[in-house]
């Protein structure tokens, strides 16, 4: 039983566009939200992570919008470039536990 | 972020064999480490959490006898699969807790194990 639903399973972007990836979690213990990024035959990278205290965290151009009533954030990407060409997980954390959404494969086309 | 490693990166061996995944902890001393398992373009389901000096504990319908964990030292955290079989095939990938928060990991680049 997946406890974070991740959507869509993929997507395919403009060099340029934005991508918009969505996860929702039934677990209010969970108490920490990353997303990773993970390419090809390598493990996962820590991307950017949330703290459900804060409704939204920046950095560069990876945004995380967390909205704790409906239990749902999402990462956006800004500009995105054909090195974002990955698949990106949801992840939440209990007790330094993740669980992981499905996954999301993004495809940047130049 | 912690820097991690595994060794090997890949590994092919014949079904009923034993192997060993190494996973090392480069520049900080790693309590805890976690052990996952990925099929192609799907999850990563967390097999067990290695803790240094004791026992690791598996979770639900992991096999404790067939996936046998050593967290020996703060450093180095291995995995042997043993009497390996074909659906064992997988690709496996540790990760460390972080110093400052338990709840960030970082991942080592991943095993990948072909049984034949």
């Known amino acids: 039983q997946q406890q974070v639903k991740q959507s869509p399973q993929s997507l395919i972007v403009q060099k340029g566009g934005i991508s918009i990836i969505n996860c929702a979690y039934e677990?209010?213990?969970?108490?920490?939200f990353p997303w990773y990024q993970q390419f090809p035959g390598k493990g996962p990278a820590l991307l950017i992570a949330?703290?459900?205290?804060?409704s939204e965290k920046k950095e560069g151009r990876f945004t995380i919008s967390f909205n704790k009533s409906a239990k749902q954030f999402s990462l956006h990407i800004m500009d995105s470039q054909p090195g974002d060409s990955a698949t990106y997980f949801c992840?939440?954390?209990?007790?330094?536990?993740?669980?992981f959404g499905a996954g999301t494969t993004v495809t940047v086309r130049a | 972020g912690a820097v991690v490693s595994q060794h090997p990166s890949r590994v092919i061996c014949k079904s009923g064999t034993s192997v060993k995944i190494e996973c090392r902890s480069l520049?900080?001393?790693?309590?805890?480490m976690f052990w996952y398992r990925q099929f192609p373009k799907k999850s990563l389901m967390l097999m067990a959490t290695?803790?240094?000096?004791?026992?690791?504990?598996?979770e639900q319908g992991v096999e404790k006898d067939k996936f046998l964990i050593n967290h020996a030292s703060l450093t180095l955290s291995t995995l042997t699969v043993t009497s390996a079989h074909p659906e064992d095939s997988s690709f496996y990938i540790c990760s460390l807790a972080g110093s400052v928060s338990y709840n960030e990991q970082f991942f080592g680049p991943g095993t990948r194990l072909t049984v034949l």
């Open positions: 520049d900080f001393q790693a309590t805890t």
């Open positions: 992840a939440a954390s209990t007790d330094y536990k993740l669980s």
């Open positions: 949330i703290r459900p205290d804060v």
């Open positions: 290695s803790n240094e000096g004791s026992k690791a504990t598996y």
């Open positions: 677990n209010t213990a969970f108490d920490y």
